[in-house]
Nanobody, 121 residues
Framework: VQLQASGGGLVQAGGSLRLSCVVSGHTISIYRMGWFRQAPGKEREFVGV????????RYGDSVKGRFTIFRDNAKNTMFLEMTSLKPEDTAVYYC???????????????WGQGTQVTVSS
């Protein structure tokens, strides 16, 4: 299975951006799908996770209420809708697939290549 993340870019604070993660090689419905981010000099941070039914989600405290994860199983694609963006959201965003509904990066065995999100103040 391979993951391809896209949709990153430069946005002003307060703006919105939608990231996509296309899954190829296997059906998306069997996985827990997560988003993580990593800013320069910082550890990888949990953003959110979506389970295979598409109904259960969990978010990191720093993005709760601003970010939403959803999926389109027919397109084998997961999305991260980001609103009210802040400069501290600037990071490389990664999508990942795993077998556990977890906030720990080690629970995910397959990772996409990352997409850069930059929020200007």
């Amino acid at each position: 299975v391979q993951l391809q993340a896209s949709g990153g870019g430069l946005v002003q604070a307060g703006g919105s951006l939608r990231l996509s993660c296309v899954v190829s090689g296997h059906t998306i419905s069997i996985y827990r799908m997560g988003w993580f981010r990593q800013a320069p000099g910082k550890e990888r941070e949990f953003v959110g996770v979506l389970n295979w039914s598409g109904y259960n989600t969990r978010y990191g405290d720093s993005v709760k209420g601003r970010f939403t994860i959803f999926r389109d199983n027919a397109k084998n694609t997961m999305f991260l809708e980001m609103t009210s963006l802040k400069p501290e959201d600037t990071a490389v965003y990664y999508c990942a697939a795993g077998s556990r509904f977890s906030s720990a990066a080690m629970a995910y065995s397959v990772w996409g290549q990352g997409t850069q999100v930059t929020v200007s103040s």
